[in-house]
């Protein structure tokens, strides 16, 4: 029994030194490019977690925190599409197609498989990124996808389909630091 | 031993298998849109703008409907429009200038947002105040004893309101009223005569499709014999405007009118209004990446 403990402990260990890297400040923005209106929101709360170890991949982002540059815009978009009372956050979780073997200061393309989840709808989505070892260690992830309004029921009323695009173009930019236990 | 082990397990293994917890950035996170506009129909919320916004009110009422078709239900004469420039300091504070075409008022005046409520209810109500002063500048040269002083032309108006959204489809506002009249003489386009006026605002707004509203307004002076205020409206978000229609029984426009201008019997004596809401973001640079 000792012993096995002693394994476990040692492996726990191990897990203190585990290939996961963690962020709190991510950038993540939206860019909506309808014919009469261009515009951006963006956040720089992105919560993002690599475990290159399990093959994790996770990430998610409070919708609140997101600003468009108009007080309004951002409340409108809070209470009329996007429901963040009801659905606050944005959230992706998904498993890395190959696990990259990164030297310092190589970047390499990566691709994720996972869900997506917003406005209460989650759908299967294969997300392309770079992902790059930092010279210190850390890892630097950017990636780009589109999200169709429609897909997951963010009504679009004809009214404003010149000002609200139902492409979204979004775009995350993350340092992650090795996690701490 | 065994409890260890599995203490250990429970608490060196889990959280290194899940996933991130979820936490909201700010648990105390405001209530979006209590109102749809920094106006409801003719009285001000507690809705606050962003620093260094700008809220331009468009505001407007016609003569009573009860003319009929002869005057266009109220549409052919007595006009009465309000130009409103309110300007954020903070996400407290604004200020605002306003003219209105009746008796040709400037006023201005401050809103300051106290408190906000917010969606984990550890703030129940949203509270704000607002205060400011006018001066009528309406020619009075024709009066045998002369043209009104610049103090006997001013006015002063202050309020508290207290607004709460009940539920996403309902909020309702309460707003204790006062104005005062240096000089409220006859020439001026008031029904009361006394100086001070006090009165209670009663807002509602139920929301009927994501981006429109029906909204009720309801004024009883608390201290004059004048007549109260009625009012019923829909409002509509159209793309960064705010479109107010509505029928009310006042005329007045500014603060100060609307408790001393008096109002028409409610059901014949209602007028067509309407006001306008843009609300733009100045000094916004362009966001890159």
Known sequence: MKYLLIIFLVLSFNSVFAQAYQTKTGKAIFLSKAPLNEFTGVSEQLQGLIDLEKNMVDFYLDLNTLKTGIGLRDRHMRDNYLETEKYPFAEFTGKLTSIPELKS????????????????????????????????????????????????????????????????????????????? | MKKLLLIILVTCSLPAFGQLERKLANENQPVDLIFHAPRHINLLTVEPLDPKSMHFAIMHTFGSVNGGIQNLFGLDNGANIQFSFEFALSNKLSLAASRSSRDKIYNLFGRYHLLQQTQNESMPFSLSLAGGAGVNTSAYDFLPEGSPSFSERSSFFGQIMIGRRFSPKFSAQLSPMMAYFVDPRAVYQI??????????????????TDRSSLTLQYIPNLNSDLRSNYGIGWDVEAGGHVFQMYFVTSQGLNEQYLLAGGNGVPGEEFRLGFNVNRIFALGQKKQKW
Request: glycine share 10%; charged share 25%.
């Open chain 2, 191 to 208: 029904q009361g005569d006394q100086n001070l006026y006090l009165a209670l605002g009663l807002s509602g707004k139920l929301k009927v």
């Open chain 1, 105 to 181: 200061g190589q970047t390499q393309a990566v691709a994720v498989n996972g869900r997506f989840k917003i406005h209460g709808v989650e759908r299967d989505m294969e997300i392309t990124g770079q992902l790059q070892r930092m010279t210190n260690g850390d890892l630097s992830l950017k990636a780009n996808f589109d999200i169709l309004l429609g897909d997951y029921e963010i009504p679009l009323p004809k009214l404003v389909f010149y000002e609200l695009a139902e492409k979204q173009e979004v775009s995350i930019e993350a340092f992650l630091k090795p996690k701490k236990q």
